[in-house]
């Protein structure tokens, strides 16, 4: 058991993350004190299954000693090395080139950020750069996902697409808009997959049309969208997305910051549906949360008009301290070594188990919707399966959903809307499995069976 002092010293000084920060204060920090495969234990001793692979990043689980093996001997050799005045580190030459040789045909440049805000902070400001530099100055406005979420920075907050970044913030700015989510569940147009498709399509012809084409920079999103509770847009819907935005001469930016690295499958999610996008941002399972580190792909031709724009003998005024780190690019490393020496496979196997176990809970009495790419899924949780109506806010049943799965031993995002996220490590084997699923099961048959949760059933 930990001290007192240490959550009081929590309490009083350490600001944590899109937390209510009274709330916080009053509930106390849960510390985590140590990790081995796809379990966490916290300051209590508990054992805790992480069907979240801690943010949706640590997707080859906890406890690689190779990977920490690479971070030692990196610290060791040269613990930091810049890239400004055209210094550079072995790890950051061979972490882009095997980028380069890992994902779509034809991003061929890598830029490194520190996580994901920043690697959508940078790739804004690429393509600013981008389009003054190819002559075209009023491209600046920028179309992204209702409930996308692309970070926390001052503009990538702006192109989320969730309420609670926008508030008291000031945002979105004027240049950031927004279109319907592809969300089959509920969306206008029913379910239909080529309906949902052709909507979204629709969607941003539309809004193009009303900004001008002449105006708009890119449209981002995410392959899956993960903070908006797991959407899964239908089969094609990127491939469709990618042809409108060539078809409007705008740049398509895929946000794969969770997809990215085996999430959904393969390595990207992009490769499922052949696409390549202008430019990827990426983070998370690039260290599998090891080490910070984020990264922005980008084709050539983008590559090129920055670096052949006016002016050209002068610096590309975008760079960070950190940027390439010599240590966090050696764990990315290890890390790609371990996806290519079997997780990648294992996850590509392992989500059948994940659906059989998803499909045997859609008929709860809790269960809306569930849905899965991959290793990602979302159970969306309804109190009228008819009306698909959520439940009450005063219900609380995040709360509920979230302390209840503790005390049964699981670790699941419990989102606002009632959704329950799940993104275990893609290393998982068969029997973690088998306990993630019977875990959620129990936590959500316990939940359901709350007075106050009965009562909300309609
Ligand atoms: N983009 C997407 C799609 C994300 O899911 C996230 C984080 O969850 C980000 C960007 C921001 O990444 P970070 O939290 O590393 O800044």
Redesign the pocket.
């Known amino acids: 058991m930990f001290s007192n002092s240490l959550i009081e010293a929590d309490r009083r000084h350490l600001i944590h993350p899109v937390t209510a920060w009274r709330g916080h204060e009053a509930r106390g920090a849960t510390v985590l004190t140590s990790g081995q495969g796809m379990y966490l234990t916290d300051g209590d001793g508990n054992r805790l299954l992480d069907a979240f692979a801690g943010?949706w990043c640590v997707n080859i689980g906890y406890g690689h000693e190779s990977v920490v093996e690479a971070a030692a001997e990196q610290m060791r050799r040269l613990p930091y090395a810049t890239g400004y005045f055209s210094f550079a580190s072995e790890p950051a030459i061979r972490l882009a080139e095997r980028l380069a040789e890992l994902s779509p045909p034809g991003l061929e440049r890598v830029y490194f950020s520190l996580?994901?805000?920043d690697a959508?902070d940078s790739a804004l400001r690429f393509i600013v750069n981008y389009w003054n530099a190819k002559g075209r100055p009023t491209k600046k406005q920028v179309i992204a996902l209702d409930k996308g979420?692309?970070?926390s920075s001052s503009n990538g907050a702006g192109i989320t697409g969730l309420p609670a970044f926008h508030r008291l913030f000031d945002l979105p700015h004027d240049w950031q808009h927004h279109i319907p989510a592809p969300y089959p569940y509920r969306h206008a147009v029913g379910s239909d997959p080529q309906a949902v498709i052709d909507a979204s399509v629709a969607a941003l012809k539309a809004k193009v049309a009303d900004i001008g084409a002449d105006n708009v920079a890119a449209f981002f999103a995410?392959p899956v969208q993960?903070?908006a509770g797991v959407i899964v847009p239908p089969r094609g819907w990127l491939r469709a997305m990618r042809g409108a935005c060539s078809e409007l001469g705008i740049l398509l930016v895929a946000?794969e910051?969770?997809t990215g690295f085996g999430r959904t499958g393969p390595m990207f999610a992009c490769e499922t549906e052949d696409v390549t996008p202008d430019l990827m941002?990426l983070?998370?399972g690039l260290t599998a949360g090891y080490a910070p580190m984020?990264a922005v792909l980008m084709t050539d031709e983008i590559y090129a008009g920055i670096a052949d724009g006016p002016d050209n003998h002068l610096p590309v005024g975008h760079g960070a301290t950190y940027s390439g780190h010599p240590v966090s690019a050696a764990v990315a490393l290890a890390v790609l070594d371990l996806y290519e020496g079997g997780i990648l496979a294992n996850g590509i196997a392992r989500a059948p188990q994940l659906a059989a176990g998803l499909a045997a809970i859609t008929d709860h009495p809790l269960v809306g919707d569930v849905r899965q790419a991959g290793m990602l899924a979302g159970i969306e949780l309804v109190a009228d399966k008819v009306s698909k109506a959520r439940f009450d806010p005063a219900v609380g049943l995040p709360d509920k959903l979230a302390r209840t799965g503790y005390a049964n031993g699981i670790i699941f995002r419990a989102f606002a809307d009632g959704t329950i996220g799940l993104a275990p490590a893609i290393s998982c084997d068969e029997t973690d499995m088998a306990a993630l699923i019977e875990r959620l099961t129990r936590t959500l048959d316990e939940v359901a069976d709350m007075a106050e949760v009965r009562a909300a059933l309609r």
Do not use: P
Request: aromatic share 6%; glycine share 28%; hydrophobic share 30%.
């Open positions: 943010l996580g994901g805000s959508v979420y692309h970070g995410e993960g903070s946000d910051v969770i941002t983070a998370k984020g």
